[in-house]
C-alpha cells in the first residue's frame, strides 16, 4: 500500500480565518496525512516571536514530506532548532503580511514582525498569497525597510522572493441564496476593531439617515465586551433601525446575511476580505474602499473612494434612493474555482518531492 505523503500544517496564530483554510484543507484533502499544529491567535507580539519555543518539544519525530506554515510562524528560527528539517521543503502561505498591517494608536510600531517575516520568507521554498495586494504589499514593504536600514545589505531580495511567489486565495464557501431579500438592510458582518474603521461605518449610517433615508441593519460579527464607541453611537442614534446586534449560531448568522441587500467595508487594513466575498457569493451587493484587495475582485461601481469623506455615505445613499445595482458573483474566490487549484498544487508539489 502506497504510504500517504505527511504535511505538517503549522498555524501560529490560529484565528477564524485561519482554522477555516486549515480546516478546508484537511477535510478536502483526505489521501493526505495532515499533522496540524496551531496557538490561540491571541497575545500577539509573543505568538509571532515565541512560537518556535512553544513547538520546541511539541513537534511529531516522523519527518514530513512537506510542511505548510502560515505566515506567522517563525520559520527560519524553527528549522534552526530542528536541524532534522534542514532538507525537508516548506511553503509559507501568507493570510497578512506584517508590511501592511496599520498600527493602532496604542500600538508600537516594531520592525520585529516584519523581520520575522521575511527571515521566514527567506527559509520557505515557496510563498503563497491570498490576494495579490497581499503579495505585492508584502515585495513593496521589503523593498522599503532595505531602504531605511544603514548597512550590509543583501541585494535583489525582492526578484528573490518574487521568483518564490505565487496568489492562492482561501477558497470561500457559497451562502444559499435567499428566498426573500430585504434591499434596505444594511450588514456588518467584521471585527469591531481598529483595523475595521468602524467609526466610519457609524458617521456613514448617520450621515444618510439625517437625509431622511430609510435603512434597517444586522450588526454582526466580533466585538469587544464593552461596546466600542462606534457600536455605542449606531446603537443610541440608529437604535430602531436595528434588526440584529450580536453573535448569532452560525445557521442563523448565514440566513440573515443571505437576505441582505447590501454589505459594507471601511477596512483599512484587508488582505482578502473573506466575510465579504461570503456575503457577495448570497447576491448582497458589496459596497467597499477601493483600495487595497478589493479593486481585484469588484469592478468599479462596488467601491469608494476610501480617502474622501462623503464617498461612502453618497454612494449608499444613492443605492437605497435609486435601487440596488445588479449582483456580483465572486467566482474566482469560491470553493469550486479554487479547489482544483488547490489540488494541482498540493499534489504537484507533493509528486515532485516523492520523486526527488
Known amino acids: 500500500m502506497t504510504r500517504q505523503p505527511c504535511v505538517w500544517l503549522l498555524s501560529a496564530y490560529h484565528a477564524d480565518s485561519h482554522a477555516a483554510w486549515a480546516d478546508w484543507l484537511s477535510e478536502r484533502f483526505r489521501n493526505i496525512d495532515w499533522q496540524v499544529r496551531t496557538l490561540p491567535g491571541r497575545h500577539f507580539a509573543w505568538r509571532i516571536r515565541g512560537n518556535p519555543l512553544s513547538w520546541l518539544d511539541e513537534l511529531p519525530q516522523a519527518q514530513p514530506d512537506l510542511i ?7 520559520l527560519a528560527t524553527l528549522k534552526g532548532l530542528h ?5 525537508v521543503p516548506c511553503w509559507l502561505y501568507f493570510h497578512e503580511n506584517q508590511f501592511a498591517y496599520p498600527t493602532s494608536e496604542r500600538q508600537f510600531r516594531s520592525l520585529e514582525p516584519c523581520m520575522v517575516q521575511l527571515y521566514a520568507a527567506l527559509a520557505a521554498d515557496r510563498l503563497l498569497f491570498n490576494s495579490r495586494f497581499n503579495r505585492d504589499s508584502f515585495l513593496d514593504g521589503i523593498e522599503t525597510m532595505m531602504a531605511r536600514l544603514p548597512d550590509h545589505l543583501p541585494t535583489g531580495l525582492r526578484s528573490r522572493l518574487g521568483s518564490r511567489s505565487s496568489v492562492l486565495p482561501v477558497p470561500i464557501q457559497a451562502l444559499e441564496v435567499a428566498e426573500d431579500r430585504d434591499h434596505d438592510l444594511i450588514v456588518w458582518n467584521h471585527r469591531w476593531e481598529y483595523d475595521k474603521a468602524p467609526e466610519r461605518f457609524a458617521d456613514a449610517l448617520i450621515a444618510v439617515a439625517e437625509r431622511g433615508q430609510d435603512f434597517r441593519l444586522a450588526l454582526l460579527g466580533k466585538r469587544p465586551r464593552r461596546a466600542p464607541p462606534a457600536l455605542a453611537r449606531i446603537r443610541a442614534r440608529l437604535g430602531p ?3 440584529a446586534d450580536g453573535h448569532l449560531p452560525r445557521a442563523d448568522y448565514e440566513a440573515l446575511v443571505a437576505r441582505a441587500g447590501i454589505v459594507i467595508s471601511t477596512a483599512i487594513h484587508e488582505f482578502q476580505g473573506l466575510s465579504v466575498l461570503e ?3 448570497a447576491g448582497v451587493r458589496p459596497l467597499v474602499p477601493d483600495a487595497m484587495c478589493y479593486p481585484e475582485q469588484y469592478p468599479t461601481e462596488y ?8 464617498a461612502l455615505s453618497n454612494h449608499l445613499f444613492d443605492w437605497l434612493k435609486k435601487g440596488l445595482p445588479e449582483s456580483v458573483q465572486p467566482d474566482g474566490w469560491l470553493a469550486p474555482t479554487l479547489g482544483p487549484r488547490w489540488e494541482s498544487l498540493l499534489m504537484s ?5 516523492r520523486q526527488q
Open 68 to 74: 505548510l506554515a502560515t505566515s506567522m510562524v517563525d
Open 303 to 310: 467601491r469608494y473612494a476610501a480617502d474622501e469623506p462623503d
Open 349 to 353: 508539489g507533493i509528486s515532485d518531492l
Open 83 to 87: 536541524p532534522r528539517l534542514h532538507g
Open 279 to 281: 456575503a457577495a457569493s
Open 241 to 243: 433601525r436595528i434588526v
